[in-house]
């Protein structure tokens, strides 16, 4: 059954966790969505992990819509959503629905942005065009050069009370999902309590209505600095499919992310 927005809101409804995952490639793609991931995202993290850059930021438009195009290609029930790249959507509304139209026909059915408040005129833009979106909030790792280096978002009283504030102005634009990376768990879990549209959490606790990891880091084969909200779900595993079912149960029954994931 192909996932739809309309699954993924009606997954949080019933209370059952929504399982992401990165791709980037088609052979993967059959791979995960065969193993049951629910939404399959081409993340920009692709610059770190096939291009081997340091950070997102190298990627291009161009890039995303090759690996897009991909993916699609190898799924079949999974949510195909794809990131749109530094430099590719902040310059205005128009420019990020030119950009997003590109990926959509490349095989996206949905589109993630990151930003908070200063993305809402967007997210309405795109939304009331017929795109969905998924907006990232919390760590944004574009922003990377802004934090210092890639640090927890949300730890103090103001931050948090922003972080709510933003979530709940996305969702009133038209927002679909709403991803927070690297947030305190008791700060997700109220921004999850406070929205009707899911959460995605990526370091931010168990509470969140799904997960997401860089399946590099879920496979144990990036070779960089393990983040503490990484699992390798291959240890124990006997092949690749076995890790990724491991994980879709791990994240459907609230056993991922444990607390030591968290923070």
Do not use: W
């Not at 791709?23 to 096939?50: P, R």
């Amino acid at each position: 059954m192909k996932v739809t927005v309309n699954t993924l809101n009606k997954m949080k409804q019933d209370g059952q966790k929504i399982a992401m995952l990165t791709c980037y490639e088609a052979s993967f793609a059959t791979l995960l969505d065969e193993a049951g991931v629910d939404v399959l995202l081409i993340g920009d993290s692709l610059g770190n992990t096939v291009q081997g850059q340091t950070s997102t930021l190298p990627v291009t438009l161009d890039h995303m819509i090759y690996h897009t195009a991909c993916v699609a290609k190898g799924t079949k029930d999974a949510m195909v959503l794809a990131d749109l790249p530094f430099g590719a959507y902040q310059a205005s509304p128009q420019q990020a629905f030119d950009s997003a139209v590109r990926l959509m026909q490349a095989g996206a059915e949905m589109v993630k942005l990151e930003g908070g408040m200063v993305m809402v005129e967007t997210v309405d833009f795109l939304v009331n065009r017929g795109i969905p979106v998924c907006m990232h909030i919390g760590l944004q790792p574009q922003s990377v050069n802004i934090y210092g280096g890639y640090k927890v978002q949300g730890k103090t009283e103001t931050e948090a009370e922003t972080l709510k504030r933003d979530a709940l102005a996305l969702q009133a634009a038209g927002a679909s999902l709403v991803l927070m990376e690297m947030v305190p768990a008791a700060v997700a879990t109220e921004v999850t309590r406070l929205l009707t549209i899911p959460t995605i959490g990526i370091g931010a606790g168990v509470d969140c209505d799904g997960q997401v990891l860089v399946l590099h880091d879920m496979l144990g084969i990036y070779p960089g600095k393990k983040a503490r909200f990484v699992k390798n779900f291959m240890t124990g595993a006997s092949s690749i499919q076995g890790a990724v079912e491991s994980y879709v149960k791990a994240v459907k029954g609230s056993t991922f992310p444990a607390e030591e994931h968290s923070f």
